[in-house]
């Protein structure tokens, strides 16, 4: 702390004497590798009550700017790396973050209850899964956000299973997430709110995705050439499993919330990687999800084909999306990969 302090005064003198131009003292004052703010704070969030529709709150696991009027963040921001990624199982201990200010409306566990809405995580969970804490900071409600049940365990956990293997084959990533609008359809009818009007059902939800092979300085390494990609889904459950249906620039994100991604990389790069549309993203094995009717029907898929099934943490069978005994806590696996680890498929749904 002291030789921070020290650094900090002598930095203040060296500018009152003009011997530091700003650009030094912008990487003296950087965030660290790993960050979960490296890239900025899009919305200029700020940890005051005084704004409370765009409070910054920062764990050690990720950093949000939370929404007080729609209950639920505007964007969450979090870095995944090989330390990122562990062992531990799914907790599965939603509830309440008591961590906001007095007086301010905690959504519970159970807030979303019979609304035919998710408990979407934004910071997945199995992005953290280093350690129990970890894993455990991923279920608070203020990470929460209505997502339509099809978007996340469908698109949503395709994506995030694409993106956890860049991870394990030699990348680093820096994530944001948010949504935006109001106005969604999950398995019943169409909804602006819920949870007694307290939690807002976002009408679109984006995620963009900064890609770096594994390294240090992280920020300095960001190019025009760097991997950019961003997707924006509306949040329906007629939403395709494809989430390359739904790439986008991040200029498109950034012209429809009023935020700015990427701040803290130089303007002139910016420019460039916000504009492109990814075209490269089916490099590692992209799951095949089957997305049969609620109802419990099922569609016939090859036995050539890997696709994904869901787990849940407890149970040893393996189940299609949409089968009447998979339970929305499930966890998106390859079918080989599932057959490997001793699951077997439930006798239902078959698949
Ligand atoms: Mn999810
Ligand atoms: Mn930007």
Redesign the pocket.
């Known amino acids: 702390m002291r030789r921070t302090r020290l650094l900090k005064v002598l930095v203040a003198i060296l500018l009152v004497a003009g011997l530091l131009v700003p650009s030094t003292v912008i990487a003296l004052t950087s965030p660290a590798d790993g960050n979960n703010l490296l890239l900025g704070n899009p919305s200029k969030a700020v940890h005051s009550t005084a704004s409370p529709n765009n409070y910054l709150m920062t764990t050690s696991n990720y950093t949000l700017s939370y929404n007080k009027s729609r209950g639920e963040p505007n964007w969450v921001s979090w870095y995944v790396g090989s330390s990122s990624l562990g062992s531990v199982d799914r907790l599965n201990n939603f509830r309440a973050d008591s961590t906001l200010p007095a007086g301010w409306y905690e959504v519970q566990a159970n807030g979303y209850s019979g609304s035919g809405f ?1 408990r ?2 934004n910071c ?1 969970s199995a992005d953290r899964t280093s350690s129990v804490a970890a894993n455990s900071s991923t279920f608070l409600m203020t990470n929460m956000i209505p ?1 339509a049940p099809r978007n ?1 365990e469908g698109t ?2 395709n994506f995030e299973n694409y993106l956890r293997g860049l991870v394990k084959s030699g990348d680093e990533l820096y994530i944001v997430m948010g949504s935006y609008g109001t106005g969604g359809t999950g398995s019943k009818t169409c909804q602006t709110t819920i949870d007694g009007g307290h939690v807002a059902v976002p009408a679109h939800i984006w995620k963009v995705a900064v890609v770096l092979s594994n390294g240090t300085k992280d920020l300095s390494r960001i190019t025009t050439k760097t991997r950019v990609i961003a997707i924006n889904t509306p949040n329906i459950n007629t939403v395709s499993s494809k989430w390359q249906t739904y790439l986008t620039s991040v200029d498109a994100i950034e012209k429809a919330t009023g935020e700015d991604l990427l701040s803290n990389v130089p303007a002139a790069i910016q420019k460039v990687i916000e504009a492109k549309v990814d075209s490269n993203p089916a490099t590692s094995p992209v799951p095949i999800v089957v997305v049969p009717p609620v109802s419990g029907k099922t569609t016939f898929q090859p036995a050539t084909k890997d696709y994904t099934v869901y787990v849940t943490a407890t149970g040893k069978t393996y189940h299609r999306l949409g089968c009447q005994y998979l339970s929305k806590s499930c966890i998106p696996i390859l079918r080989s990969k599932a057959i490997a680890e001793g699951y077997t498929p439930c006798s239902v749904c078959n698949p």
């Open positions: 998710d979407g995580h997945p997502q996340n949503w956990a």
